[in-house]
């Protein structure tokens, strides 16, 4: 795991801290990270958001389309993954 992943899901840091570190995962197309952020449930929902639409950023179609068919992600993230794809 990359240190922006690290640090995007440690519980100790700002949220200031927590949208930069998803930023820099987006520009550096960590595009699996920014998946697992998406799926990861203890998470809030506005992090797991900018995660996803970081990977519209990243055009990772692909993934968008896995995000808005697994049953495990909250249902606004699917649909709008779905959107996004």
Do not use: K, W, Y
Request: aromatic letters at 2%; glycine letters at 4%; charged letters at 30%.
């Amino acid at each position: 795991m990359s240190t922006n992943f690290q640090t995007a899901v440690r519980s100790n840091v700002s949220h200031a801290t927590r949208r930069e570190a998803i930023d820099r995962l987006v520009a550096a197309d960590e595009r699996r990270n920014l998946a697992l952020l998406v799926e990861m449930g203890g998470l809030r929902g506005e992090f797991r958001r900018r995660a996803l639409e970081g990977l519209a950023d990243c055009n990772a179609t692909e993934l968008l389309e896995e995000l808005a068919e697994d049953t495990t992600v909250d249902p606004s993230l699917r649909c709008r993954a779905a959107t996004l794809s």
